[in-house]
Nanobody, 125 residues
Framework: QVQLVESGGGLVQAGGSLRLSCAAS????????MGWFRQAPGKEREFVIA???????????DYADSVKGRFTISGDYAKNTVYLQMNSLKPEDTAVYYC???????????????WGQGTQVTVSS
């Protein structure tokens, strides 16, 4: 029903920036939330950031403590596209980053209904 495609990953030096994009297609709902997760080798998939997604979006977001002050989520509702601006990147940010869609704001992996294929972010020291 819904397809999500991430892009924008790559290699960057510590302290640098990247912007990830997530494009959604198919039969999306009028009111839902989109989030970003990441997974490093040998580690569990972890919540990064999420945004409430409506035509009247007012800026409600949820940030993991590890990225507050460094990462910013935004989007274009009309285009069904969400962005993750990543600044002041650290080596520990290295992971595969996934975009996901859920009915409501949540940090729980199991409550997300659709997932993208992921995009690799590598931060060198």
């Amino acid at each position: 029903q819904v397809q999500l495609v991430e892009s924008g990953g790559g290699l960057v030096q510590a302290g640098g920036s990247l912007r990830l994009s997530c494009a959604a297609s198919g039969r999306t709902l009028s009111k839902y939330a989109m989030g970003w997760f990441r997974q490093a080798p040998g580690k569990e998939r972890e919540f990064v950031i999420a945004i409430r997604w409506t035509a009247a979006y007012t800026g409600y977001t949820d940030y993991a403590d590890s990225v507050k002050g460094r990462f910013t989520i935004s989007g274009d509702y009309a285009k069904n596209t969400v962005y993750l601006q990543m600044n002041s990147l650290k080596p520990e940010d290295t992971a595969v980053y996934y975009c996901a869609l859920t009915q409501r704001m949540t940090r729980e992996v199991v409550q997300y209904d659709y997932w993208g294929q992921g995009t690799q972010v590598t931060v060198s020291s």
